[in-house]
């Protein structure tokens, strides 16, 4: 059975916890902790979603005006944050990346190619399939990753 979920799916940890695992991976590389960078998570953390560096960028200004975060900031702590499993992203190619928060259930992705819309789903069949698949291959599989590239309802309205 197919489970959409066009919402984000709640994070496994919690805030606090992750907290303590980003200031131990800025600390083991040797950077500061920074209140930009905490509020970069702490968006990640409490936004749903899937954001371009762009779109995180201007959430950040929208919901911290007051504090002076560059997008070079962004970018910096986003493949931070992605070398460590933090945050996962999807790649659209030439036009970048989307992130969304790397510790929450397994899901799946279908994408728009059109609005880059991305829509989370969950199916048991695929799931074991897969894992029957590695099996038959010899394979002891670790981790996965399922992108379906298509066009959304709304936008193949908008074609007719």
């Given at each position: 059975?197919?489970?959409?979920?066009?919402?984000?799916?709640?994070?496994?940890?919690?805030?606090?916890?992750?907290?303590?695992?980003?200031?131990?991976?800025?600390?083991?590389?040797?950077?500061?902790?920074?209140?930009?960078?905490?509020?970069?998570?702490?968006?990640?953390?409490?936004?749903?979603?899937?954001?371009?560096?762009?779109?995180?960028?201007?959430?950040?200004?929208?919901?911290?005006?007051?504090?002076?975060?560059?997008?070079?900031?962004?970018?910096?702590?986003?493949?931070?944050?992605?070398?460590?499993?933090?945050?996962?992203?999807?790649?659209?190619?030439?036009?970048?990346?989307?992130?969304?928060?790397?510790?929450?259930?397994?899901?799946?992705?279908?994408?728009?190619?059109?609005?880059?819309?991305?829509?989370?789903?969950?199916?048991?069949?695929?799931?074991?399939?897969?894992?029957?698949?590695?099996?038959?291959?010899?394979?002891?599989?670790?981790?996965?990753?399922?992108k379906i590239f298509g066009i959304c309802p709304e936008c193949q309205k908008k074609k007719s």
């Open positions: 059975m197919i489970q959409e979920n066009t919402v984000t799916t709640a994070p496994l940890i919690s805030y606090e916890t992750l907290l303590a695992q980003f200031k131990q991976l800025l600390r083991s590389s040797n950077l500061k902790f920074t209140k930009q960078r905490e509020v970069i998570l702490s968006t990640l953390y409490s936004h749903t979603g899937h954001f371009t560096p762009e779109e995180l960028y201007q959430l950040i200004k929208q919901d911290f005006p007051e504090l002076n975060t560059g997008i070079a900031t962004v970018y910096r702590t986003l493949s931070l944050l992605e070398s460590a499993g933090i945050v996962t992203s999807i790649s659209f190619g030439t036009q970048g990346k989307k992130y969304e928060l790397g510790v929450k259930a397994h899901h799946d992705h279908i994408i728009c190619t059109k609005c880059g819309k991305i829509l989370e789903f969950f199916d048991e069949a695929i799931e074991k399939r897969q894992a029957r698949i590695a099996k038959d291959f010899g394979f002891i599989m670790e981790d996965h990753s399922l």
